[in-house]
């Protein structure tokens, strides 16, 4: 049972170019999230998905998409890289069984995306 | 607008003694807190949480206070230990039954606890 993983660790891109982020969970969860980590600013929601198929945006959506094709799998993409983009980005993922709230709710986090834009 | 907020970046705490954290809001909707711990080079990983019908919960060495009428929370750590050292968040969420069942969840800025031993 491996949780949530993150692909990849590091990441330099120059201005302009493209990339995914690929988030992959082996917990049957139906939520996912993308969240960017920035000094100062604590953890800011991208973009999350409460299920295959569906996506929605978060606080800081802009410059970004996302696609959840399988349960298990949630994509972040930056379709033309900005130096402002450059964070640590964390996939996260929960379940929501019984009744809000519970403890189950809680997210899991992968070990993060370290990226820097040039 | 930062709804929650952790105004000291960071504490250091010798060993053995307590770490207090402390946690502000300002929405009044959030009915859920969370606490959680992250080392470097690692995702956040959840401590403890409360709900808003409760003052207290209590996990070991893990102590979770909740004042709502000041819209404030604290994390007791006792007795403190090195391997305490990280950066907690303080996180909160709102039951929104219109969302699917999905609650947005609003974290602080982190604090750096060291624990000096």
């Known amino acids: 049972n491996a949780g949530v993983t993150q692909t990849p660790k590091f990441r330099v891109l120059k201005t302009g170019q493209s990339m995914t982020l690929l988030c992959a969970q082996d917990m049957n969860h139906e939520y996912m999230y993308w969240y960017r980590q920035d000094p100062g600013m604590g953890l800011r929601l991208i973009h999350y998905s409460v299920g295959e198929g569906t996506t929605a945006k978060g606080e800081v959506p802009d410059g970004y998409n996302v696609s959840r094709l399988k349960k298990q799998n949630f994509l972040l993409g930056l379709e033309s890289a900005a130096p402002s983009q450059t964070s640590v980005y964390f996939c996260?993922?929960?379940?929501?069984?019984?009744?809000?709230?519970?403890?189950?709710?809680?997210?899991?986090f992968g070990p993060g995306t370290r990226l820097t834009v040039l | 607008d930062q709804q929650v907020k952790q105004n000291s970046p960071s504490l250091s705490v010798q060993e053995g003694r307590i770490s207090i954290l402390n946690c502000d809001y300002t929405n009044s909707m959030f009915d859920y807190f969370l606490w959680y711990k992250k080392y470097p080079a690692e995702g956040p990983t959840f401590l403890i949480s409360?709900?808003?019908?409760?003052d207290k919960n209590e996990d070991g060495r893990f102590t979770v206070f909740l004042n709502k009428s000041a819209k404030h929370l604290s994390l007791h750590i006792v007795p403190s230990q090195p391997g305490d050292s990280a950066v907690y968040f303080c996180?909160?969420?709102?039951?929104?039954?219109?969302?699917?069942?999905?609650?947005?969840?609003?974290f602080g800025t982190g604090t750096k606890l060291q624990v000096i031993p």
């Open positions: 996180a909160a969420s709102a039951s929104n039954p219109t969302s699917g069942g999905y609650q947005k969840v609003t």
């Open positions: 409360i709900s808003s019908i409760k």
């Open positions: 996260a993922s929960s379940s929501l069984q019984g009744a809000y709230p519970s403890s189950t709710d809680t997210q899991y």
